[in-house]
């Protein structure tokens, strides 16, 4: 079977620490690495807990290349909503994970990504599930290597509201000059945005069987209690929300996802707007679509694709 090579982008995170169990325990993926990203916190935390989920699942084998520390434009400071992580980025666990004995690969994300669309004898899949500012620099500076990136399959945007203000999704506002310079790339872009990342849960009452299916599921259930009593407690949710790894789920299995092709763009200049995927649902400006937009999931199919992975990873490492 043709595998679909990757390079996911995170900003690890709860639900970034689930997409790469995802990504690294669907068959159908070949991970040539992970760069990573401020975000959810500091770019620094958030590589050393990429290098920790790689140790705890065996996979060292794996590339890690750090990227950027600070937006495009705006200050950065740690947003005040993403202590729905925990302070550590991976839920504040009373046992957290180990400090990494493994390392970064020696190159910056936008290096280790043109580096390896270049030496990839077919296009890449690009998977940034946190600010696109990585993907955003490399395209700037690498205009080259564009026909060798088949796609962008992002998370993040939304055409109803937003989660980090009232109009605007976390990793959009986190960079939105970033996400502005991407969607005007002419690159095929997915967008796995809160439309359609809302619906695509574990549900409350699944969480508890989800912990106790293997050595594996148990730790990420560890990982989940802050990030559970946001949704249940602030999100009102019906569940915790898997909005990362639905990007993934949408390259398995597009039948999944629900997906309309629309024109969007990103607010840069908005006091009350900025950060927000401005969607033409109704193709008001008459531009042509520049991104397939996900606008529902099946949830169960999604949830157990989820369960699966985790299960294959944790038999190939006891
Ligand atoms: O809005 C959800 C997104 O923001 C997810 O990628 C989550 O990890 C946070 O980065
Ligand atoms: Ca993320």
């Not at 998370?155 to 605007?168: D, E, F, L, Q, R």
């Not at 629309?262 to 927000?276: A, E, K, L, P």
Request: hydrophobic share 40%; aromatic share 8%; glycine share 8%.
């Amino acid at each position: 079977m043709e595998k679909i090579k990757i390079i996911m982008d995170v900003d690890v995170g709860i639900d970034d620490a689930i997409a790469m169990c995802l990504a690294l325990g669907n068959e159908k993926f070949e991970v040539l690495g992970f760069t990573t990203t401020f975000g959810n916190r500091r770019c620094e935390v958030t590589t050393q807990n990429t290098l920790k989920i790689l140790e705890l699942v065996g996979r060292t084998d794996i590339p890690v290349a750090p990227g950027a520390v600070r937006p495009l434009v705006k200050e950065y400071n740690p947003p005040e909503f993403s202590i729905v992580h925990g302070y550590d980025g991976l839920g504040d666990m009373a046992d957290p994970l180990p400090q990494p004995t493994i390392t970064t690969c020696g190159k910056s994300a936008v290096q280790f990504m043109a580096d390896t669309l270049r030496e990839s004898d077919e296009p890449v899949t690009l998977v940034p599930v946190g600010p696109m500012t990585n993907v955003a620099t490399l395209i700037m500076t690498h205009p080259e290597l564009m026909p060798k990136i088949k796609e962008v399959v992002l998370m993040g945007g939304s055409t109803i509201k937003g989660n980090a203000s009232p109009v605007a999704e976390a990793n959009i506002i986190q960079d939105p000059e970033a996400a502005y310079i991407l969607f005007k790339s002419g690159l095929k872009i997915k967008m796995a945005g809160l439309d359609a990342t809302w619906d695509g849960y574990i549900a409350f009452d699944e969480l508890e069987e989800f912990g106790k299916a293997n050595w594996l599921s148990e730790k990420i259930y560890s990982m989940c209690g802050i990030y559970a009593e946001h949704y249940r407690e602030r999100m009102k949710n019906p569940g915790l929300a898997m909005h990362d790894s639905l990007t993934l789920a949408w390259l398995v299995n597009p039948e999944l996802v629900q997906a309309e092709d629309y024109y969007v763009t990103v607010d840069i200049n908005g006091r009350y707007t900025y950060g927000m995927t401005v969607t033409d649902v109704d193709n008001v400006m008459k531009y042509k679509p520049n991104a397939t937009v996900a606008m529902g999931v099946d949830r169960v199919p999604f949830i157990n694709m989820i369960k699966e992975a985790i299960a294959n990873l944790a038999a190939q490492k006891k």
